[in-house]
């Protein structure tokens, strides 16, 4: 039986793309999949599918001049390397015949080891600006799929496929998914999601107009693990993950979210009206572009986190953007699973 190895982690972006894939693979039956991360959230989001798992000790590139950064930047040559070499074990004992990374500090030995073992590789780019691993390792992967389709041209084996979305995301029907949360037909539903780890800037902005969004909307917030608070409000149900996001979606009116890409890709398809508030100074900028990019189409609005006390009228005004709904009715983002399945394929039969 052929073997595909998934790679890439460190946050719910770089594991959640994956997945996608992976439960389209193992609909198929008679596949054997394995996966290296770190010990992180893609170890805890992949350990209902029982699929092998290689926890590898990586160095994380860390942005900014500060003396830590600085001191944990010095160390990385010297743990990339015990890193790669960690990989080249892993990859020895795995046996696959295909790699697929989605980008992550983890997937650069990942690629790194491949590549000496000459085991072919694809990967992913979900952003509209490359991370750092796909652009370090795009030249010698097979294809480097992207998002957008602009991203494609700046890549070495480029290929727009567009995002990778899980197929149980819409499984999902809204009014089921109401009553399933004890919501009627008649509310406005806010669904708030702070990213995998949460937001406290998000979090705090919402709890901080709380009671007076309550008193116009039920809300849904996806806050983060170790970010709930205790509440007497029937309206307010809180999450620290969710597997099932499927749901929370169909069951909303407005989104309010992170501009990270597979959360963008994931509202667009549902066609939801969404706040897009995109993090800044402590990211690579990717979201404020992504968040840019939609915005100018129509797609969505933006709050910048230095507006985040106009939260209420930004609702408002979203809520009452009749251009914007008439524009996700018309989007033509489409998934990119079969584009990248359809690569993949012949290395697996």
Request: aromatic share 8%; charged share 20%.
């Amino acid at each position: 039986m052929k073997k595909i190895l998934f790679t890439g982690g460190g946050s719910a972006g770089h594991v959640i793309p994956n997945l996608a894939l992976i439960e389209q693979l193992l609909s198929l039956g008679n596949m054997d999949i394995a996966y290296i991360g770190t010990n992180g959230i893609e170890k805890r989001i992949l350990a209902p599918l029982h699929i092998p798992y290689y926890a590898l000790h990586c160095p994380k590139f860390a942005r900014g001049m500060s003396l830590s950064a600085l001191k944990n930047n010095l160390k990385i040559p010297f743990a990339l390397h015990h890193a790669k070499q960690e990989a080249v074990h892993a990859l020895k004992m795995l046996q696959p015949d295909v790699i697929f990374s989605k980008g992550g500090y983890v997937a650069l030995p990942v690629l790194l080891a491949a590549r000496k073992l000459r085991i072919p590789c694809f990967a992913h780019e979900s952003d509209f600006s490359p991370g750092l691993t796909n652009r370090l390792t795009a030249r010698f992967c097979k294809k480097m799929f992207t998002s957008f389709p602009e991203t494609a041209q700046k890549l070495p084996h480029g290929q727009y496929s567009g995002a990778l979305l899980r197929p149980s995301l819409f499984n999902s029907i809204r009014k089921q998914a109401r009553a399933s949360l004890s919501i009627s037909e008649e509310e406005t539903v806010l669904l708030i999601i702070g990213g995998g780890s949460g937001s406290q800037l998000v979090n705090q902005a919402v709890r901080k107009h709380l009671k007076s969004l309550l008193a116009r909307y039920t809300i849904l917030h996806v806050c983060g693990k170790g970010n709930v608070v205790d509440n007497n409000f029937k309206n307010y149900h809180q999450f620290e993950f969710i597997t099932d996001m499927g749901s929370l979606y169909a069951a909303s009116d407005l989104i309010l979210s992170r501009a990270g890409s597979g959360a963008v890709f994931e509202i667009l398809a549902f066609k939801k009206p969404s706040i897009l508030i995109p993090l800044e100074h402590a990211s690579r900028g990717d979201q404020v572009e992504n968040a840019k990019y939609f915005a100018e189409k129509g797609l969505c609005h933006i709050l910048h986190q230095t507006q985040l006390d106009t939260l209420p009228t930004a609702i408002e005004k979203a809520l009452a953007d009749q251009t914007m709904r008439l524009r996700l009715e018309n989007n033509s983002f489409t998934a990119g699973n079969e584009r990248v399945l359809e690569e993949l394929l012949p290395y697996l039969t």
